[in-house]
């Protein structure tokens, strides 16, 4: 308590220095939370965009399907097993769907395609292909003996929405799969090589084609809150621990996306370092000076019975309360600039505006408000601080009284 | 026994080329309830004295014990607790931390002794009471007179309830009314209270009032006089 007042007080003495230290501080978090929250804005998006209108954040498999993505790892999804997924309170969607590899053909041009079996109304839930049309209609039930093609297949296999495609492929246990379609429409998804060979199919008339009725790689789970994906995986793998399921996470299965984020999410941290090491060297000087200036009264203090540590904390403490304030404002500044820009997303237009639009992402960025994006930038500044008080405080509780007080 | 005794203290400061003997063999003994004074020309050794009695500064050769304890024997930290349980000080100037009223300065002390709050604030109001400063308790030290300023410091030295008092030249930078009333002050609490005073002073006013009178010449004791 005494050391705080002290502290507290000793702070307003310099007031100007004390200020200026505190304003480098809050420039310094203000800028670093802003940009932080437009990032993690933009990686909110890039991973709605694919996962969670594609992928799904989490999906459950048939044990060994992600290693071997055969047919042949597909399996029945009993009641027993919906029941325990739609018993779990995060997941407010399960989308069924079977996937294999085909050849499409048309009359001139054929080529290797993703078929995914979807179910015309669970699947409005994910990949959305009603939204996602670029051109024709969207099925009207599971049974339609039709197909949506990715918007590039159509144009290489050289045909029309309406005209027919021929399906070759390998169905269940080795069994040959063929099928006459009908073309309904194209769909624009947010993957350039998927748009290449994506082909959809309602799901029964892809287990027909597949010679593998009923069966299933994979049940992607809608999840509203992606906070909660870990607690959610670790709970369903608790329940399925039994049955011979894989239950998968996002990350597991587009590594290469959470690869990419957090590359740039870490040299983003290498700029905000950068920033925050000139701060240090800011706060370096203040420290240095407090002690230069007050060396006689540290003396007088030591003289008289004050512990070393003590010294220590009171100009620890001192330097903390400039820091911590600085970046308390700081988070304070930054708190309406990225709740402005979460209401009000930055829009991208021109060529920007296609790129995001070719890969169906909205061109909108909106900033995220992730708490832990505004307050580890005090816990950096906390530690900044330390690291850079550390060695003159402890110079500091040294010094000999008789030297400090002659000078 | 004496409450300060110094065997041979001999202090040699080598900083320069050449090494200078601040002090030459010192034996002094101080028994409970002086009122000393240390005098002597500029450079005669008396703040190295001074030092060395209050734990300060370590002798180059001899002994400084106070109340039996070879202070040389202490570690940093047990030196620097010894302090703060048995030495009072009273320096030229700058006594006070700035940012605490005179009240918290002389608390301050006591509060580091692990005394309780209520304590702290009772004897704090008491002392400042007895150097005269009743009205001025919540002022800082810049808002204070140095004579007042200096008698908070004499206040927060007695706080701790010290064996003694030691004060180097607490009166050099007052002028002659607030160095009267200082030595006053200090004057009563030695025949009130048998505190021990050891202050070490130019000021011929101040000589004369000292009931011992110990002049440094050359880092030696030169004379050692009682009234
Ligand atoms: N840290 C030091 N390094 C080198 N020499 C020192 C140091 N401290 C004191 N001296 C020297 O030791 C001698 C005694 O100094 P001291 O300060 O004890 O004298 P003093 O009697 O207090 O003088 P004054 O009346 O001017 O205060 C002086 O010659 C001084 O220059
Ligand atoms: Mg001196």
């Not at chain 1, 909205?362 to 816990?379: G, H, K, R």
């Not at chain 2, 050769?61 to 930290?77: F, I, M, N, P, R």
């Given at each position: ?62 044990e ?8 042949d ?9 919906l029941a ?38 669970a ?9 996602k ?12 003996q ?10 290489r ?26 073309v ?6 947010p993957?350039a ?12 008339t ?8 009923n ?8 999840v ?18 039994a ?5 998968m ?23 905000i ?12 000087g203040?420290?240095l000076?407090?002690?230069t ?8 203090m030591?003289?008289?019975?004050t ?28 708190l ?21 639009e ?8 909106p ?11 005090a ?10 008080s ?18 | ?22 002090l030459?063999?010192v034996?002094?003994n101080?028994?409970?309830g ?5 005098v002597?020309?500029s450079?005669?050794g008396k ?5 060395i ?10 002994k400084a ?15 620097i ?12 100037a ?14 301050f ?8 709050l ?6 704090s109001?008491?002392l ?55 030595l006053?002050?200090m004057?009563?609490l030695n ?37």
């Amino acid at each position: 308590m005494l050391y705080l007042r002290l502290a507290w007080r000793n702070i307003w003495r310099n007031r100007r220095r004390s200020l200026i230290t505190m304003f480098s501080v809050i420039v310094a978090v203000l800028l670093a939370s802003v940009m932080r929250s437009m990032q993690e804005g933009q990686y909110d998006m890039m991973i709605e965009g694919t996962v969670g209108t594609f992928v799904g954040y989490i999906q459950v498999q048939q044990e060994g399907f992600w290693d071997d993505q055969t047919l042949d790892n597909s399996f029945v999804a009993g009641d027993s097993l919906l029941a325990i997924l739609n018993s779990e309170k995060e997941v407010s969607g399960v989308v069924p769907r079977i996937q294999s590899f085909a050849l499409a053909a048309g009359e001139e041009q054929s080529r290797p395609a993703m078929v995914i079996g979807i179910d015309v109304e669970a699947e409005l839930q994910l990949i959305n292909p009603q939204e996602k049309l670029r051109s024709g209609t969207y099925f009207s039930d599971n049974n339609e003996q039709a197909v949506l093609l990715g918007k590039d297949l159509l144009s290489r296999l050289q045909i029309q929405v309406g005209d027919s495609v021929v399906m070759l492929g390998q169905g269940f246990r080795g069994q040959s799969a063929t099928g006459l379609y009908e073309v309904k429409g194209t769909v624009s998804v947010p993957n350039a090589e998927l748009n290449k060979s994506l082909v959809l199919m309602p799901l029964q008339t892809s287990q027909y084609f597949l010679a593998a009725p009923n069966r299933l790689t994979s049940l992607s789970l809608v999840v509203d809150d992606p906070g909660e994906i870990e607690s959610t995986i670790q709970q369903l793998e608790a329940k399925l621990s039994a049955a011979a399921y894989d239950v998968m996470s996002w990350e597991e299965m587009l590594p290469e996306l959470q690869q990419s984020i957090e590359a740039d999410r870490g040299s983003s941290y290498i700029i905000i370092m950068i920033l925050y090491v000139v701060v240090g060297f800011g706060i370096l000087g203040t420290v240095l000076m407090m002690i230069t200036e007050r060396s006689y009264e540290f003396g007088v203090m030591i003289s008289i019975g004050t512990p070393r540590m003590a010294i220590a904390a009171i100009l620890g403490l001192e330097i903390l309360f400039i820091a911590l304030l600085g970046s308390g404002v700081g988070i304070l500044f930054s708190l309406p600039v990225a709740w402005y820009f979460n209401i009000n997303p930055i829009e991208f237009t021109g060529e920007m505006a296609a790129v995001m639009e070719s890969y169906s992402l909205e061109p909108y960025l909106p900033f995220s408000l992730d708490p832990s994006v505004f307050y580890i930038q005090a816990v950096i500044i906390f530690i900044i601080t330390l690291l850079f008080s550390f060695i003159p405080l402890l110079k500091a509780s040294k010094l000999n009284p008789v030297k400090a007080m002659r000078s | 026994m004496p409450i300060i005794e110094t065997q041979g203290l001999t202090k040699v400061y080598n900083s320069d080329q050449v090494p200078v003997h601040a002090l030459n063999g010192v034996d002094l003994n101080i028994e409970k309830g002086e009122f000393t004074a240390i005098v002597g020309p500029s450079g005669s050794g008396k703040t190295t004295l001074l030092n060395i009695i209050g734990g300060l500064d370590n002798p180059t050769e001899g002994k400084a014990k106070v109340q039996g304890t070879d202070l040389d024997t202490l570690s940093d930290g047990k030196l620097i607790n010894f302090r703060l349980h048995h030495i009072g000080f009273v320096f030229q100037a700058y006594n006070l931390i700035p940012v605490l009223t005179a009240l918290e300065n002389v608390s301050f002390v006591m509060q580091m002794q692990g005394r309780s709050l209520e304590e702290c604030k009772t004897k704090s109001i008491a002392l400042l009471e007895e150097v005269g400063l009743e009205d001025k308790i919540h002022k800082r030290p810049s808002e204070l007179s140095g004579g007042q300023q200096q008698r908070v410091a004499v206040a927060r030295a007695l706080a701790s309830k010290p064996d003694f008092v030691l004060a180097d030249e607490p009166t050099a930078n007052l002028d002659s009314v607030s160095t009267a009333e200082l030595l006053d002050m200090m004057l009563e609490l030695n025949e009130q209270e048998d505190m021990t005073f050891v202050f070490s002073t130019h000021d011929q006013r101040v000589i004369d009032r000292a009931r011992r009178v110990v002049t440094l010449v050359d880092g030696k004791i030169d004379s050692d006089e009682q009234r």
